[in-house]
């Protein structure tokens, strides 16, 4: 038996030995595999050829901060999908850069695919074509066609060319929204409304059918600013007649039928692109100015702006510097909680700010606000934050984007400067708050609501039973206090 024993402990001794083994040559083969996969999802070294044109081909809208997690928008671009936002700081970056770059010895604007930005964003990128074109290298810009954001860009270029085809459409700046009152009315949904400031307006589509009185006002204002600002830098950058482009905005359709519908010849005629040229043609202006890939002389030598910085920028140029200047980016509607980049979360940004605070390096703070508001809970934590880490002798520096409104300016009252552009859209200082109520919608669907509760209050706040007078009175000074407070 002892004899058995000793064989059982010694085959059960081997058969530990073989599975470690087998457990070890599985884990080799996976790291290998591994391996494997990431060398060939690792893109390719960019190598800046020695004469090219730095291409700029914004994609979709130009944002402060890529909405979404990083290794979420890795993922979609290996399974092929297409970014929809490019970050303004990338392009400015890789213009910066090429105006000293010796291999780069033109500007070529792409616009097709971008959709637009706050004038604020495009005034930025129109000052570091700008000063691209103190290098003396000239600026090209071509489209099949270009709207009112995408012509702006253009504008700065030394020679615009459009496709003939094509078209320019300035259509102006608008606001236009939706009003739901008579539709919520119709399927029997109310809405329990309360605010305060007197221009306080995001409530109204679920109250009224139409603008009222003061957000008509204060649209008009902002609108017609952002309209004077871009026809003074449009008129500046092409040397146009301030008179014609006044007419060009409002007699549109006069002129497009005196040109008899040829809207790309009605372009040229106002000064708004210099020559009507092909895809092709276009391809052989910029090869002539940077070379040819091939000896069939039939694609101009270019570089994305992104592969660009993947081949200039230094991933360690920030990295163990002693003193630091953190800026932390807030893009996006404000909720509580915590949020992902695009937005902004009252905890997951109040938790960036007491990193920031607890980083003994970082000896100054610069946040860039780009929201339009929202919870003013969550404002009021990142405020709290910020006025902790101004407690500790450093200075907090603001700059605001596009839009510091409401809850993006309440974020902003503690800094000690705050900076705005001309077109920066901010203020808004009020509160408000909605909540829908179902009771009449029930009843017509036979539904009817019942029941005790221990004391006055309970039940108040049910949205099927509809809001009670101590939830309404709830609702209504705490909002009074709020604004009280902003």
Not at 319 to 339: C, E, P, R, S, W
Not at 354 to 378: H, I, M, T, W, Y
Not at 439 to 446: E, I, M, Q, W
């Amino acid at each position: 038996m002892a004899r058995q024993s000793k064989i059982l402990q010694l085959m059960r001794g081997a058969w530990r030995l073989l599975d470690g083994v087998r457990r070890f040559l599985h884990l080799v083969v996976l790291l290998v595999v591994l391996a494997i996969v990431i060398v060939i999802a690792l893109p390719e070294p960019v190598v800046v050829p020695q004469s090219a044109a730095l291409v700029i081909t914004p994609r979709g809208e130009l944002v402060d901060q890529l909405s979404g997690d990083a290794l979420d928008r890795a993922l979609s671009e290996l399974q092929g999908g297409t970014q929809q936002e490019t970050l303004l700081r990338d392009l400015i970056d890789a213009i910066d850069r090429a105006a000293n770059d010796s291999r780069i010895g033109a500007l070529y604007l792409r616009l097709d695919a971008f959709s637009g930005a706050g004038l604020s964003k495009l005034q930025d990128l129109g000052d570091a074509i700008t000063a691209f074109k103190r290098s003396g290298k000239p600026v090209v810009a071509a489209g099949d066609s270009f709207t009112r954001d995408q012509y702006y860009l253009a504008a700065h270029a030394d020679r615009v060319f459009l496709h003939p085809m094509g078209a320019v459409v300035i259509e102006g700046y608008s606001r236009f929204i939706p009003y739901f009152k008579s539709a919520l009315e119709s399927v029997y949904i109310d809405y329990s409304v309360w605010s305060a400031g007197e221009y306080k307006s995001f409530t109204e589509p679920y109250t009224r059918d139409d603008m009222s009185p003061a957000d008509r006002e204060a649209s008009a204002l902002y609108l017609d600013v952002l309209w004077r600002e871009y026809s003074a830098d449009v008129v500046a950058a092409r040397g146009l007649d301030e008179a014609a482009m006044n007419r060009l905005a409002s007699e549109f359709s006069t002129l497009l039928r005196m040109a008899n519908g040829d809207a790309a010849q009605m372009a040229l005629d106002f000064g708004l692109v210099d020559e009507l040229m092909t895809r092709g043609e276009v391809n052989q202006h910029l090869a002539e100015i940077v070379g040819t890939q091939d000896e069939r002389n039939e694609q101009f030598v270019g570089i994305g702006f992104t592969d660009y910085l993947g081949a200039v920028r230094d991933p360690r140029e920030n990295f163990g510097k002693d003193n630091k200047l953190a800026v932390l980016t807030l893009a996006g509607q404000i909720y509580d909680g915590n949020q992902a980049p695009g937005s902004v979360g009252g905890d997951s940004t109040a938790q960036l700010v007491r990193q920031a605070r607890q980083d003994e390096n970082v000896k100054a703070l610069v946040l860039r606000v780009d929201s339009p508001g929202g919870s003013a809970f969550a404002s009021e934590i990142i405020l709290n934050e910020l006025e902790a880490f101004q407690a500790t002798g450093r200075p907090l520096v603001v700059s605001m984007g596009s839009v510091a409104a409401s809850g993006g300016y309440w974020v902003a009252m503690t800094a000690d400067e705050i900076w705005a552009s001309a077109t920066t859209i901010t203020g808004s200082i009020g509160v408000g708050a909605l909540v829908p109520t179902f009771p009449r919608a029930l009843d017509r669907l036979g539904i009817h609501i019942d029941g005790v509760g221990t004391n006055p209050l309970a039940g108040q706040f049910s949205v099927l039973r509809g809001i009670g007078e101590d939830a309404d009175q709830y609702y209504a000074q705490s909002v009074s206090n709020l604004y009280e407070q902003f």
